[in-house]
């Protein structure tokens, strides 16, 4: 592996999905991800399981959340691209239309003050037509520089729904899978070094450098954008986005108590992009194998595994 002298921490892209231990992820689907269909509204494709959300009818919504595990063993899944799927992943905007574009209005108008400042971090505006901005995480210190995902914020029935969230490969428009996502935008979820005690809990020596023997440090992982398998379509793991709002295992975390908070406005979303997909990257991190040759020749063979990174974000 080789790995810059600038980067303190070397990333690659995880072969499958890590789930925190001790969370709900780990027994419960991670909200059956996004509803399944084209980010520019071209047509409805859903892929894996489908939500449980109704939004034609909120006490049916809130009755399926609280029976969501009883749901969960007996829900039929209805064949992709039949109309009940289309039926199942429909949104429907039962919010006053003009009360949300003129708060769907408001965040674009946000954003354009500061468009090239937004640029130069790498977020590209590609489209922001009520309901949704469609925008392309890019990493521009690189050389060249890479290209993350693209990312559609859905405003529907905003604000008396959170933003729905859904990444995509910005050249094809299609819904990316956790195994094709590259950066699932790690950050550190704990990091400490503590001294080991000695037995008789007296002070342990120092080493020859002069320093105290401590327990190596620990850097544990978490990824913003989750799901249950690497074929389900990743949801964004923070308050404030619907997805997270509709998992079963955060029920007791309701939209209302960060909707005044400024989570899902847009500069919040575009920003946790930012600070854990763009900001921590300085370097690509490249695997290196040399290959003798009968000729006597050497074949080099250079493949990208992830990101070095000066320090992840907490």
Known sequence: MVKPAAADLLVERPAAPVRVAGTVEDIVPASLGPREEDVFGQAVAPVGAPSIRNDTDLAAQAAAALAASALFASMEIPAPNTAAAQRRHATVQFVDPAVSRVKFDREVAAFRRYEEVYRARGTVLINATFPKVTIMQCVPQLRPPAVLFGAVIDYTNFDAEPPSVSIFDPFTGRPLRMKEVFWPLPRRARAAAVDAPSSDHTPKPSSP??????????????????????????????????????????????????????????????????????????????????????????????????????????
């Open 209 to 314: 450098s002069g320093q105290s023997d401590a327990v190596p440090q620990q850097i544990e992982l978490a990824f913003v954008l989750q799901a249950w398998g690497p074929d389900d379509i990743p949801f964004m793991c923070v308050p404030g986005v619907r997805e997270y709002h509709e998992h079963p295992g955060h029920s007791g975390d309701s939209w209302f108590r960060h909707r005044t908070a400024g989570a899902g406005r847009l500069d919040a979303i575009l920003n946790i992009f930012h600070t854990y997909g763009t900001a921590p990257i300085v370097e690509y991190g490249v695997n290196v194998a040399f290959h003798p040759l009968p000729d006597g020749t050497t074949q080099v063979q250079a493949k990208v595994s992830g990101f070095a990174c000066k320090e992840l974000p907490l």
